[in-house]
């Protein structure tokens, strides 16, 4: 019984928890990077431009949806990263659902669903850390 209780203990650690925390918000959100990257970023520049901004601007989405969530996954000055994909999002959000905010959804979930989870995530990794299991612990 006491190794049972070892080895649950070891496996359900707040360790592994803020890894697999790391590793969903992050990896999820390179998927959205890597479509960028292949498939341009038009929307994004229409979007930053519409809002009176530098179209410069649209290209901190590589940095926030394939550098950021790289950092995020290796735990590589992960609380600076978790921050910086926050940001990300808070601008995503602002750009694009600023009319969506309290908006529900066909499915009902709210319009925002998605990106608010991404924005909150990387705030809650920011609070907690990397943990054990990355490269800032090394």
């Known amino acids: 019984m006491r ?7 070891t496996l359900l650690s707040e360790n592994i928890g803020k890894l697999l925390l790391r590793l969903s918000v992050a990896g999820l959100m390179l ?19 519409n809002s009176g901004l530098p179209e410069i601007l649209a290209y901190g989405v590589y940095i ?21 994909l926050a940001a990300t999002m808070g601008f995503a959000i602002f750009l694009a659902h600023s009319k969506d905010l309290f908006v529900i959804g066909k499915t009902g979930g709210l319009v925002v669903e998605l990106p608010l989870l991404f924005l909150l995530s ?10 054990k299991y990355s490269l800032d612990k090394k």
Do not use: M, N
Not at 36 to 47: A, N, R
Not at 65 to 71: K, M, N, T
Not at 122 to 131: L, V
């Open 64 to 84: 926030g949806e394939i550098i950021l969530p790289i950092l995020i996954i290796l735990g590589l000055f992960t609380r600076f990263a978790s921050l910086g």
């Open 31 to 49: 998927f959205h990077g890597i479509k960028k990257l292949t498939g341009g970023i038009d929307g994004i520049k229409y979007l930053v431009t």
């Open 3 to 9: 190794k049972l209780e070892l080895l649950l203990s």
């Open 122 to 131: 990387s705030i809650a990794i920011a609070f907690i850390g990397a943990g």
